[in-house]
């Protein structure tokens, strides 16, 4: 099934930098999602952006969608230690529009040094 | 997320037994899911349910059953034909149907084999 592929695998960083996360996914969506899990719990939802949105904001969150290259990002500005997480993109995954599942990547582990 | 309750954290199974995962929600929430996730990998989804008494089968359904006798409860049984079933398993609800609703997790329940 259709997946979303998230890039790099892995990021180090120090406080205070920036961390950009990429996702590309193969066919036509209608939203992607972005997540969090730290270690051992569950997943919280960050953003939802539509297939007609090209740029969301949340905070230090930022969230751009590209649907003529079928990718994503999420930038998180002046990161703290605590941004310390795997982060997940989630698409609906259909080509016909209108789906009742997502369908998540591997994920992104950040980590931020202090 | 505190309006979803995983029980039990952790959990043993001994070869040939069925196992059941509790998921026990308060949000009033129509739609809920099981995710199976390995280490270093995405969610796969196993189950899902958009209303009381109906489910659908996910990506990776065999192996594993459920029941929607209540808004409130969605439990998972990991039987004994499930003949890899070390993972971390995580419950999930969306207040409507498909996949343009942001997700609520539970903490999870991680099993393991004895």
């Known amino acids: 099934s259709q997946q979303g592929e998230e890039d790099p695998q892995a990021l180090s960083i120090q406080e205070g930098e920036n961390a950009t996360m990429n996702c590309s996914y193969k066919?036509?969506?209608?939203?992607l999602q972005w997540y969090r899990q730290n270690s051992g719990r569950g997943l919280v939802h960050l953003i939802l952006i539509r297939s007609n949105e090209r740029e969301k904001h949340s905070g230090r969150l930022r969230v751009t969608l590209d649907t003529s290259k079928k990718s994503s990002s999420l930038l998180i500005t002046a990161s703290r230690a605590a941004d310390t997480a795997s982060y997940f993109c989630?698409?609906?995954?259909?080509?016909?529009?209108?789906?009742?599942?997502?369908?998540f990547g591997k994920g992104t582990k950040l980590t931020v040094n202090p | 997320d505190g309006g979803i309750t995983q029980s039990p954290k952790y959990l043993f199974r001994k070869e040939g037994q069925n196992v059941t995962l509790s998921c026990e929600q308060n949000l009033n929430h129509d739609a809920m899911y099981w995710y199976r996730q390995d280490p270093g990998q995405g969610l796969r989804l196993i189950y899902y349910?958009?209303?009381?008494?109906d489910f659908q089968k996910g990506d990776i359904a065999e192996g594993y059953s459920v029941s929607r006798e209540k808004k409130e409860s969605f439990p998972l049984t990991v039987t004994s034909a499930q003949k890899n079933p070390t993972a971390f398993y995580l419950c999930?609800?969306?207040w409507g149907r498909g996949a343009n609703q942001p997700q609520h997790f539970g903490d999870g329940t991680r099993l393991s084999i004895l």
């Open positions: 999930a609800t969306s």
């Open positions: 989630a698409t609906d995954g259909t080509r016909e529009g209108g789906s009742e599942k997502l369908v």
């Open positions: 349910s958009q209303i009381v008494n």
């Open positions: 066919t036509s969506i209608n939203n």
